[in-house]
């Protein structure tokens, strides 16, 4: 016991297994210096963190506050929509990266949101975990975590993308300070996409897509957003195609109702019916019973009147 004492005295503190049911809690690791490919191999589906890769360093994207989930879902739901009537793009989410090679620098970002054109040369395959081409637009969803994410979102990326070739940049900025949105001029150079109106954005990547920049806050209705004209042109069919299934399930629930009712009504006839049939049995076992008291007086008057007359001697025959 001694000799196991004095061994533990000099067993050196980092080699000593201490155990614990606490869970150990994941620390950022934003600005370690990696390679790329232990980016890849590391940390590009990190379980705890989000992260993108600047060049050898690692970059947190910071999670998102609820108004800006908010405004990131309804952007979503109408692009959706969009382009359910209008297949010329897809749309790419839950982390997916593209890898981003300039001639000063090479970074591997994650946009919230990316949209492939159709005619893009490059599309995503089934077992892709990245997109190996440009995507044609960019959307990032703000986050005020801290000045790093944002000027990452509007100045670095920006940039990045516009090098690139990312055909138009939105910038979705819950405290609406930052919000914009870029298109790239004829010489590469992103410009801000002017707003019809003041207030409507036009995407031209996307022809015929549209949006006000006010109802990113509003966030209204499908169904008002089908008598809104800046809406109206994609969201219609889909308005109609489902009113046309919510209209032929109101009939067969009508129909289904007609034939109830139909058949409570035969129903309620054969009842009916029966009851007559009924009382009609019963009158007619009555008559039946009054013809048989009749019958049966008529016999016993007859028995008295030959009782009577056989004591007078009057012959009867029966």
């Known amino acids: 016991m001694e000799a196991l004492q004095t061994r533990n005295e000099y067993t050196p503190v980092e080699n000593r297994k201490i155990e614990t049911d606490e869970p ?6 934003d600005g370690l210096y990696v390679s790329e490919d232990e980016y890849q191999d590391k940390y590009y589906e990190h379980l705890d963190f989000n992260y993108e890769w600047n060049n050898g360093y690692l970059e947190e994207k910071p999670a998102k506050d609820f ?12 692009l ?6 209008n297949p010329i793009a897809i749309m790419m989410n839950l982390k997916m990266g593209f890898r981003l090679a300039m001639l000063s620098k090479t970074t ?32 990032e969803s703000l986050s005020h ?16 993308y516009e090098i690139i070739g990312v055909k138009e940049y939105y910038i979705l900025d819950a405290w609406q300070e930052k919000t914009a949105f870029y298109k790239r001029n004829k010489r590469g150079d992103y410009t801000s996409i002017r707003p019809i109106r003041q207030d409507i954005i036009r995407s031209e990547a996307l022809p015929g897509f549209q949006f006000r920049i006010s109802d990113l806050y509003k966030q209204p209705s499908l169904l008002s957003m089908t008598e809104d004209k800046v809406y109206q042109e994609f969201l219609m069919p889909y308005y109609q195609q489902e009113r ?10 009508e129909q289904e ?9 035969r129903a309620e006839q054969e009842y009916k019916l029966k009851i007559e049939e009924r009382k009609l049995k019963i009158k007619a076992e009555k008559c ?20 009577k007359l056989r004591k007078l001697g009057v012959l009867v025959e029966d």
Request: charged content about 35%.
């Open 24 to 29: 150990i809690e994941e620390l950022s690791e």
């Open 67 to 78: 108004d800006a989930s908010l405004i990131y879902q309804w952007f979503f739901m109408l």
């Open 80 to 85: 959706t929509h969009f382009l359910e009537i």
């Open 108 to 139: 591997i970002r994650k946009p919230d949101l990316g949209v492939i054109l159709t005619n893009n040369i490059i599309q995503p395959k089934g077992k892709d975990c990245t997109f190996k081409g440009i995507f044609d637009i960019c959307i």
């Open 145 to 160: 975590a801290n000045k790093n994410a944002v000027a990452r979102d509007t100045i670095s990326k920006k940039r990045e």
């Open 244 to 253: 046309q299934l919510k209209n032929e399930a109101e009939k067969r629930t």
């Open 257 to 265: 109702r007609k034939l109830k009712i139909k058949a409570e009504k």
């Open 288 to 307: 039946a019973e009054q013809e048989r008291q009749l019958r049966d007086m008529a016999t016993e008057r007859a028995e008295r009147m030959a009782a």
